[in-house]
C-alpha cells in the first residue's frame, strides 16, 4: 500500500513550524517595511492632516514650530517574485527522507514563507512536460500558498521515456513575466542544450534564484555488487557492477564533473545557487540565498 501524500496545508504547516524562530532577527532591517512603526526611514516632513496616524507626529518639531508636524515614513513597494518548479518524472527519486518532488514542495513553501513574511507576494508556475502546465498569479496571503502547493500535486507525471525539457520551461517563464523581479527556479537542472541561453535571457531582466535538489545516492552508490540502473526519463536500463573500483572512480568522477560544469553555468548566467539535498537541511541556506547579493554575470 503507498504511503498518503500529506495534504497542502500540512505540508506549509510543517514548514512554518521548521523555520519559525529559526529566521527571527535574520531578514529585519533588510528592507523597508510596507507598514509604519518606529524604525521606519521618514521621506517628507508636512502639518498633520485629517486621517494620518498619530504615531506620525514629531513631538520636537511640533513644539518649536507651533503647529502639528509629522514624519511620513518612506514604504517600500511590494516585490513580486515567481517560481518555476520542475515535476518532472527525475523529481519522483529520493533514498534518505523523501523524494526530490516532495523536497521541491516543502522549499516551495519555505521561499513563500520567508517572501510573506516580507509582505512581497508570490507567483508559481509547475512544468512536467516542458511547458508550464499549471500557473498560479502571484498572491501575498496564506491561502495562496496552500494554493501553490496544491497546484503541485494537480500536475500529473509524464510517462517514462518523455524527457523533460527544462529549456522549454523556462523559455514559457520567460513570456509569463511582464515586470522585473525575482525568479526562483526548483528543480535538478538536468544539462540540457540550450540551458545557458535560456537562463542568460531571462536573468538579464530578472534577478535569479537557481535551487538544486539533490539525492545523495546521485553521487555516492554503495556496494552492492551487481544491479540494473533505470533512467527514469528515457526508461533506458543498464547493468553495472558496484563492487568494482573502476566504476565506483568513474562514477564519482563523472558526477563531480557535471557539479563543476553546473556550477560554473550559474555563475556565467549570474544567478545565485543554492542546493537543497534529500539528507540535509536547507532553511537557513535559503535564507542566505535570499539575502546575499547576486554573483557579477559574465558576457554571454
Known sequence: MEPVAPSP????????LRIGRRLDGLLQGERRGRRPGPGSEHAITRPYAPGDDVRWLDWPLTARSGEPMVRVPELEPVLTAWALVDVSPSMAFGTVRTTKRDLAAEV????GVVLRRRGDRLGVAVSGTGKLDAILP???????LVASLALMNQVPTVETGQRMSLVDAITGMGRVLRHRGLVAIVSDFPMQEGLEQVLGALGRRHELLLIELRDPRERDLPVMGPITLRDVESGRRVMVDTADPRFQERFRQVSQERDRERRDLFRRVGGRHLVASTDTDWVLPLTVALRRPSPTRRAL
Do not use: S, T
Open 138 to 144: 502571484p498572491r501575498g496571503d496564506r491561502r495562496g
Open 9 to 16: 496545508d500540512a505540508v506549509l504547516r510543517r514548514v512554518e
Open 108 to 111: 516551495l513553501a519555505g521561499l
